[in-house]
């Protein structure tokens, strides 16, 4: 019997469902990892090593993306609101998902681009299924409702080890005019189930999801990002 908390343990194969097969041509990389892993910065290079090698290229992020994301996101991140519930915080990371899906997402690869999208449902697989305690059969679920049956062609856990995350994530912070730490400010035990579960997904789903050591300098881990989609690149079909 597949443990509900467990992301990845009943995910279908990579690709995206069959029925939307047809308005489908380009390719679909996301970017996950904990906080102040470095992926942000990662999906950056790679966008601008793309478009180098004259590849359409759209960047997106999560929560986020589009005006109608972005707004939602700044309720979810807000330090203020700590009294939002794991469902409701469920709710809106997959509100604000469907509607970079349908505005963003679908159309850029309906016309062939490379779609980056910093976050996607697997965070919600880790974050919420497991780190909320809300199971994976409810993310599955609303998965189903906003993203149709899309999922990525290559996802790249950019890994850290969360004292260090933390820190990289206080300072970022530190920086920030409006800074976004409701996420942050979780507890240590928190963050460290969510890195935990980042690595039982990678061992659930071997071919799509490969963990990257974040811990490296930038232009090391670069590499070796780069190394991962030239071999998506290559894969006939």
């Known amino acids: 019997m597949t443990d509900p ?9 990579a690709g995206i469902d069959r029925r939307n097969a047809s308005a489908r041509r380009g390719l679909f990389i996301t970017f996950e990892g904990p906080e102040g892993s470095g992926k942000s910065t990662q999906l950056k290079l790679l966008g601008k090593r793309l478009r180098g090698s004259n590849h359409a290229v759209l960047e997106t992020a999560e929560p986020g993306g589009t005006p109608i994301g972005v707004q939602i996101r700044r309720v979810l991140l807000d ?21 970079n899906v349908d505005q963003w997402i679908l159309p850029a690869l309906a016309s062939g681009k490379i779609v980056l ?3 996607f449902t697997d965070s919600t697989l880790v974050y919420q299924g497991t780190g909320r305690g809300l199971g994976a059969e409810i993310v599955y679920e609303v998965d189903r409702i906003a993203c149709r049956g899309l999922i ?3 996802t790249l856990v950019i890994d ?16 920030s005019i409006d800074p976004e730490t409701r996420i942050d400010d979780q507890s240590v035990e928190f963050h ?4 935990d579960a980042y690595h039982r997904l990678a061992e659930d789903e071997p071919r799509r999801v490969h963990l990257i050591d974040g811990s490296r300098p930038e232009n090391t881990v670069s590499e070796d990002v780069m190394a991962q989609v030239i071999a998506l690149l290559a894969t006939p079909g």
């Open 152 to 154: 990525p062609d290559l």
């Open 192 to 195: 460290r189930t969510i890195r």
């Open 117 to 119: 999208c910093d976050r």
């Open 5 to 13: 908390q467990r992301p990845g343990s009943d995910r279908p194969a």
């Open 79 to 99: 330090a203020k609101n700590q009294e939002l519930s794991p469902t409701a915080e469920l709710l809106l990371m997959f509100a604000a998902r469907a509607q």
């Open 160 to 175: 850290i080890d969360v004292e260090t995350g933390l820190a990289r994530a206080r300072r970022r912070n530190e920086r």
